[in-house]
């Protein structure tokens, strides 16, 4: 009985976090993005401030009180 031939192996592919679209993992100048396009737009998002988190007044803490 012969044994069954493995199969190869596709590179690994990783979802871009800008855009969604499937990217080669390995070899990928621009991991974890698909492009230059999408790292750059992602990175101009990053520097307007569309990924801050918005800070919540919890009020006077009383360390300023005196």
């Not at 993005?33 to 101009?44: I, M, P, Q, V």
Request: proline letters at 15%; a negative charge; one cysteine or more.
């Amino acid at each position: 009985m012969a044994e069954p031939t493995p199969k190869p192996r596709l590179p690994r592919q990783v979802r871009c976090p800008h855009c969604g679209k499937e990217a080669p993992y390995q070899g990928n100048p621009w991991r974890p993005f698909c492009s230059e396009r999408c790292r750059t737009a992602d990175l101009g998002a990053w520097a307007s401030g569309d990924y801050a988190i918005p800070a919540q007044d919890d009020g006077p803490s009383g360390e300023d009180e005196g």
